[in-house]
């Protein structure tokens, strides 16, 4: 006799796209995409259930000096990057190289506001000759994942607190490994809370991301225009996703 069971109602699976998910985050000198350079990298790998099944991390002496303000936030001086990080270049091409491979493999990888990292790595490729990720792809930006299906929650939505709210273990905050493995598990956490809205696929997952990236910056330059941070007559928020 064969015993029968409930099978999961389709709709509330987790998507197929969470079992493996790759994770990016840099610090850097600042927050300017094209001047600013990196200071320490982190790309890995984690399973359905949050755990790192591959890892790598870079320090790397930027061959500027590192303000102390960034300093401060992510603990890597000048005099400590020149001792011992590696030469920018190197980390660089290494950086691209990691994330290519998982682009190849089809692996999504998640970055915490996407457009900073990829971004700024991106200016980084061009700064030392290395053929650039222009169009990375497919990419998980929790930000966008979050402020689409929990729009009017009140709140700051850094990382820090977004992990919070979704009982996100996030310990040494501002270190490019610690960011970025708690970005993965964040991006599983809303795949399983989500699981009946989000799209199924990663191709649709990233187009849809693109566009909620993009209203999302004109809601948020009509709010600014509104309390009279912004102009009304300058330019609107670059809602390009996942690179600008």
């Keep these: 006799m064969t015993t029968w069971q409930a099978e999961p109602l389709p709709l509330f699976q987790t998507p197929e796209w969470a079992r493996v998910v790759g994770v990016f985050d840099l610090e850097t000198t600042g927050v300017d995409v094209r001047t600013d350079r990196i200071v320490t990298a982190h790309v890995g790998v984690l399973d359905a259930d949050g755990h790192i099944i591959d890892a790598r991390d870079w320090l790397a002496d930027p061959g500027v000096e590192i303000p102390a303000g960034a300093a401060a936030i992510h603990g890597v001086t000048t005099a400590h990057a020149r001792a011992e990080g590696a030469p920018a270049a190197e980390v660089v091409s290494q950086v691209v190289e990691a994330l290519r491979a998982l682009f190849d493999a089809g692996i999504p990888v998640v970055a915490y506001n996407a457009p ?11 700064r030392h000759g290395v053929a650039p990720i222009d169009a990375p792809s497919p990419v998980i930006d929790p930000l966008v994942v979050d402020k689409t ?6 709140g700051k939505r850094t990382l820090t607190h977004v992990a919070a709210h979704y009982a996100v273990p996030l310990e040494a905050a501002h270190e490019a490994c610690a960011d ?11 795949a399983e809370r989500y699981a009946a809205w989000l799209p199924p696929t990663l191709d649709e997952l990233h187009t849809r991301q693109i566009a909620w990236a993009r209203a999302q910056a004109a809601s948020l330059t009509e709010y600014f225009v509104k309390i009279g941070r912004l102009d009304a007559t300058a330019p609107p928020l670059d809602g390009a996703w996942p690179i600008r």
């Excluded at 900073?116 to 061009?126: P, R």
């Design 149 to 154: 299906y929990d729009r009017y929650r009140r």
């Design 180 to 190: 970025a493995v708690a970005a993965g598990r964040l991006a599983l956490a809303l």
């Design 116 to 126: 900073f990292d990829f971004s700024l790595l991106k200016y980084e490729a061009l």
